[in-house]
């Protein structure tokens, strides 16, 4: 496409997160502007090495830190109708397109329909689920897979991890390399740890975890002093996805199924006994509800200690 000077007016990436839709924009960005005859990036032109410091006249980003309210659309729209300043094109990104509300829509849509001469538009989305027909109907899709098991076996082949970490890395990120990366950042560190908290949680009585409830959230507060109640929800959002695998995985082995974390395969298989199939489909659900809760500004720490109160 860039070589062929055959740029669409409006893409739009999309694909669950951790994919590298972001990662792709930004090579596909700095190698339409770049300087040199090649159609990838040198990262060596005057550029390249503005887009690097963030002050190249003619690229435009929204959503990146900021919602992407109609005012911020409508500054937007305003900022990237004005004429060029570097070159001969204009770039805009939109990020977290799947957020935007009807009335954002529909003041990009006319953008859309009519884009400013010179200009390319670069949507990106984890969902095109909630996106409006009329906005799909005018970009050109660009759909993000997530790899096969065998291409994450093969990557993962550059990382000195054990077989069964392997396992456990490609189970929790659905073939995603950037769910991967994050989880790998601290050698799974934070991971084991956080999975040892669970594991203690739901080995011991009420009043352990009772305890151990009323010690995490004491620590959260100092920790974050001038967090919102919905906030400090959110920071054990985490605890839930993972109490939620601990707790399907001792369901796979009741049903004689692979479980997802292999690494802790021997305590997933000695908690197996303490569990029947239906409590374990009901604490499953019990999760589920208790994630709903975190969204209404509940608090968190109530939450917590009913959940464990009513864990079959």
């Not at 005057?46 to 690229?59: A, H, K, S, V």
């Not at 300043?85 to 990020?95: E, N």
């Not at 970009?139 to 065998?150: G, I, N, P, T």
């Not at 990366?181 to 669970?198: T, V």
């Amino acid at each position: 496409t860039i070589s062929q000077d055959k740029l669409a007016n409006t893409y739009l990436f999309y694909g669950p997160a951790g994919l590298g839709k972001k990662t792709v924009t930004d090579y596909f960005v700095r190698s339409i502007f770049c300087l040199s005859d090649k159609s990838n990036h040198c990262d060596k032109c005057d550029y390249c090495q503005m887009i690097n410091r963030g002050t190249f006249l003619d690229l435009y980003k929204v959503g990146d830190r900021e919602v992407l309210s109609v005012d911020n659309i409508r500054e937007f729209l305003h900022k990237i109708s004005m004429s060029n300043l570097s070159g001969h094109r204009k770039i805009a990104i939109i990020y977290g397109t799947e957020t935007i509300n009807l009335f954002s829509a529909n003041a990009l849509l006319k953008t859309l329909e009519e884009p400013p001469a010179n200009t390319t538009i670069i949507m990106i989305a984890d969902s095109i689920a909630n996106l409006p027909s009329t906005v799909i109907s005018r970009a050109q899709l660009v759909k993000f897979k997530s790899l096969v098991k065998e291409d994450m076996k093969a990557w993962l082949e550059n990382y000195k991890f054990s077989n069964e970490e392997k396992e456990t890395i490609i189970n929790l990120s659905f073939g995603r390399p950037g769910v991967a990366l994050r989880l790998m950042a601290d050698d799974l560190e934070q991971f084991k740890k956080s999975s040892s908290f669970i594991l203690k949680m739901m080995a011991g009585g009420t009043f352990y975890y009772m305890q151990a409830i009323d010690k995490w959230f004491e620590i959260l507060k100092k920790e974050y002093p001038g967090y919102k109640l919905y906030e400090l929800g959110n920071l054990t959002r985490e605890y839930l996805d993972l109490f939620e695998v601990f707790l399907r995985d001792i369901l796979w082995v009741k049903l004689d199924r692979p479980i997802v974390n292999e690494i802790y395969n021997k305590e997933i298989n000695a908690l197996s006994q303490k569990f029947n199939q239906q409590s374990l489909i009901n604490n499953l659900l019990l999760i589920n509800k208790a994630k709903q809760k975190l969204n209404y500004n509940i608090s968190p720490q109530l939450m917590w200690e009913n959940l464990f109160l009513s864990i079959e």
